[in-house]
T-cell receptor, first 111, second 114 residues
Framework: GESVGLHLPTLSVQEGDNSIINCAYSNSASDYFIWYKQESGKGPQFIID?????DKRQGQRVTVLLNKTVKHLSLQIAATQPGDSAVYFC??????????FGKGTMLLVSP | DAGVIQSPRHEVTEMGQEVTLRCKPI?????LFWYRQTMMRGLELLIY????????DSGMPEDRFSAKMPNASFSTLKIQPSEPRDSAVYFC????????????FGQGTRLTVV
């Protein structure tokens, strides 16, 4: 597949570690945030989302944290597995705009 | 549901040729998006349809690009004439109730213009 990660920030972790991927957003009017995972040769896949009336949301092995004061979003992956290796994108939108995607972070998980 | 279906998966064409990319959104979704992904620019929105009507085409690079959605289950993105700088992966995505909701992506079409 396309090597979309060649110039991306990269996070390397060991299997079983917890991973934290960070994202800064710029639009203070954004009220919806979403994390996508993209594996090589595939389309982005939804992981978890959060609206601005919350500051934390948990899914299966994943947690998203939102800090509206500093316009920061993070994705925490617990007990990271080799299958989690992918490029992770944050995206934001407001009620009047479509999703705007960040540049992405590549996560590499070593066995 | 089979998800968003795009065709072809890969397309190699010569500069100057017309290229047509196809998308079938998820049944029941009323919003459709075309994105382009490159290493240099990441994921860029090209055009957004709601209820088959183009709402925002400000991301369409130039007049060589056009998109249509003749009905709720089909959309096309056409490039005529194609140029090498159009080489990218093109994604179609759909969502239920438009903005501020999860968009479901297809597998993409990798376009190479030589």
């Amino acid at each position: 597949g396309e090597s979309v990660g060649l110039h991306l920030p990269t996070l390397s972790v060991q299997e079983g570690d917890n991973s934290i991927i960070n994202c800064a957003y710029s639009n203070s009017a954004s009220d919806y945030f979403i994390w996508y995972k993209q594996e090589s040769g595939k389309g982005p896949q939804f992981i978890i989302d959060i609206r601005s009336n919350m500051d934390k949301r948990q899914g299966q092995r994943v947690t998203v944290l939102l800090n509206k004061t500093v316009k920061h979003l993070s994705l925490q992956i617990a007990a990271t597995q080799p299958g989690d290796s992918a490029v992770y994108f944050c995206a934001e939108s407001s009620g009047y705009s479509t999703l705007t995607f960040g540049k992405g972070t590549m996560l590499l998980v070593s066995p | 549901d089979a998800g968003v279906i795009q065709s072809p998966r890969h397309e190699v064409t010569e500069m100057g040729q017309e290229v047509t990319l196809r998308c079938k959104p998820i049944s029941g979704h009323n919003s459709l998006f075309w994105y382009r992904q490159t290493m240099m620019r990441g994921l860029e929105l090209l055009i957004y349809f709601n209820n088959n009507v183009p709402i925002d085409d400000s991301g369409m690079p130039e007049d060589r690009f056009s998109a249509k959605m003749p009905n709720a289950s089909f959309s096309t993105l056409k490039i005529q004439p194609s140029e090498p700088r159009d080489s990218a992966v093109y994604f179609c995505a759909s969502s239920f109730e438009g903005l501020n909701t999860e968009a479901f992506f297809g597998q993409g079409t990798r376009l190479t213009v030589v």
